[in-house]
């Protein structure tokens, strides 16, 4: 049964560039989650996407924007990239659009210099 | 709108119990409860819905004070394995919906 998967594991970028974090999500199912962890911190809640849309939303600017596609997968981008953005950006699969028992990935580490 | 954790830290030598606490001024659907190890994701543990209904791993208990928007996680004859960073998130509604929040964690480390 594979797990939740992510790509890149990590990723280094220029202050003002944009990036494309990708995430599959766990077999089954059909809710993904992004969240932004910083170092010695707790995951922040970036948004929700279920039947290809966002259905919720945290409080991140609208810099970052994801899509899902049919398959469930998911991606993130980040546009405009700020020092601030450095982080470890994390995907958690769930089912039928809950917070219910997320399973995460191990991550994409985030470095804007 | 982030929720409170307490303690900040714990040691604790193997076989001790713990208590983890976690408090929201929201009012919230749900209570999530993750460990999370150094360089890992986070583990789902358990989650408690408003209502009473509980889901999670048996050697895990928590509970859920719907009036006071209050959790606690309760680790007892605690193993190395427990070791780690526990974090509490918050469900609850915001304008957009439903929002996500997690707690600052706090740091348990077992020794043997």
């Known amino acids: 049964d594979a797990g939740v998967t992510q790509s890149p594991t990590h990723l280094i970028k220029t202050r003002g560039q944009q990036v494309t974090l990708r995430c599959s999500p766990k077999?089954?199912?059909?809710?993904v989650s992004w969240y932004q962890q910083a170092l010695g911190q707790g995951p922040q809640f970036i948004f929700q996407?279920?039947?290809?849309?966002?259905?919720q939303r945290g409080n991140f600017p609208d810099r970052f924007s994801g899509h899902q596609f049919p398959n469930y997968s998911s991606e993130l981008n980040v546009n405009a990239l700020l020092l601030g953005d450095s982080a470890l950006y994390l995907c958690?699969?769930?089912?039928?659009?809950?917070?219910?028992?997320?399973?995460f990935g191990p991550g994409t580490r985030l470095t804007v210099t | 709108q982030q929720p409170v954790q307490s303690p900040q830290a714990v040691i604790l030598r193997e076989g001790e119990d713990a208590v983890i606490n976690c408090s929201s001024s929201?009012?919230?659907?749900?209570v999530h409860w993750y460990r999370q190890k150094h360089g890992e994701a986070p583990v789902f543990l358990m989650i408690?819905?408003?209502?009473?209904e509980q889901k999670g791993h048996e050697k895990i208990s928590a509970s859920f004070n719907e009036k006071k928007q209050q959790s606690s996680l309760y680790l007892t004859a605690s193993q190395l394995s427990y070791s780690g960073t526990y974090f509490c998130?918050?469900?609850?509604?915001?304008?957009?919906?439903?929002?996500?929040?997690f707690g600052p964690g706090t740091r348990l480390s077992v020794l043997p």
């Open positions: 929201k009012a919230l659907y749900s």
């Open positions: 998130g918050t469900v609850f509604a915001d304008n957009y919906g439903q929002n996500f929040v």
């Open positions: 408690l819905l408003k209502g009473g």
């Open positions: 077999s089954g199912h059909d809710t």
């Open positions: 958690a699969s769930s089912l039928s659009l809950r917070f219910y028992e997320q399973y």
């Open positions: 996407y279920y039947e290809e849309e966002e259905r």
